[in-house]
C-alpha cells in the first residue's frame, strides 16, 4: 500500500497563478484533510472532507477551495496565488472514528509563491 | 472552538536524559489526545495517543499523562537518544470533530 501520497512534491509559482495539489489514499478511508505548516505554528487545518462529495472549512480555509470527488482523492485549489500562501502543504486521512482517529500524513507538498 | 498549547517550544537534552513536553486544552469536553513527531523534512507521525478515560499511558521510553481536571497532558521521554530529535507536536479533540494542533515543541538531543 502506498498509504497517502501527494503531487506535486515542489512547486513555485508567481503571484496570482493558480494551482491544484492532488492528495490521493489507499486506505480506504473516510476522512481527508489539507494542513498547512509555517515555522512556529504548527499544523492549521484548511480544509476537511468527511465523505465523498463533502467538504467543510478548517481554521484557515480563505483564498483555498478543495473537492472530493472520489472517496480516495482530496483536491487543494489555489485560484489566485499570493506570497502568504508560501507554506508547506500536507494532506492526511483517517477513518470515521471518533476518540480513534489516528491520521496518516502525506509527504508534504513544498510551495512558494513569489 | 479548540485551543491548545503547547510547551516548551525548543528543549535541548543530553542524551539518556529525560524530556517533558506539556499542553493545556481549553475545551473540558476533549476525549483524545494524540501526540505526533516529526523528523526534520519528513511528514508527522503518531507516536502515542491518550483517551479521556485514561490517565496514563507507557510504551518503552515514551509516556503520555492525562489530567482531565487541570486540561491538561504531557509526553515523557526516558532515556532520550539522538535519533529522538525531532518536532513533536500534541492534540487534542472532540468526538467526531478535527484535531486541533499545539505549535509544536523542537527537541535536540546532544550526544
Known amino acids: ?38 515555522p512556529g505554528m504548527g499544523l492549521r487545518l484548511i480544509h476537511y472532507s468527511v465523505g465523498e462529495g463533502t467538504t467543510a472549512k478548517g481554521e484557515v480555509p480563505d483564498g483555498y477551495n478543495v473537492s472530493r470527488l472520489k472517496k480516495q482523492n482530496f483536491l487543494l485549489g489555489l485560484e489566485s496565488a499570493a506570497p502568504s500562501q508560501t507554506s508547506v502543504y500536507f494532506c492526511a486521512s483517517s477513518y470515521f472514528r471518533p476518540r480513534n482517529n489516528e491520521q496518516f500524513f502525506g509527504p508534504g507538498t513544498r510551495l512558494t509563491v513569489l | 472552538g479548540e485551543n491548545v498549547e503547547q510547551h516548551p517550544s525548543t528543549l535541548s537534552v543530553q542524551e539518556g536524559d529525560s524530556a517533558v513536553i506539556k499542553c493545556t486544552y481549553s475545551d473540558s469536553a476533549s476525549n483524545y489526545f494524540p501526540w505526533y513527531k516529526q523528523e526534520l523534512g519528513k511528514r508527522p507521525q503518531l507516536i502515542i495517543d491518550i483517551r479521556s478515560n485514561v490517565g496514563e499511558k507507557k510504551d518503552q521510553r515514551i509516556a503520555v499523562t492525562l489530567n482531565k481536571t487541570a486540561k491538561h497532558f504531557s509526553l515523557h521521554i526516558t532515556e532520550t537518544q539522538p535519533e529522538d530529535s525531532a518536532v513533536y507536536f500534541c492534540a487534542a479533540i472532540r468526538g467526531y470533530s478535527t484535531l486541533t494542533f499545539g505549535k509544536g515543541t523542537m527537541l535536540l538531543v546532544s550526544p
Open chain 1, 1 to 38: 500500500n502506498a498509504g497517502v501520497t501527494q503531487t506535486p512534491k515542489f512547486r513555485v509559482l508567481k503571484t496570482g497563478q493558480s494551482m491544484t495539489l492532488l492528495c490521493a489514499q489507499d486506505m480506504n478511508h473516510e476522512y481527508m484533510y489539507w494542513y498547512r505548516q509555517d
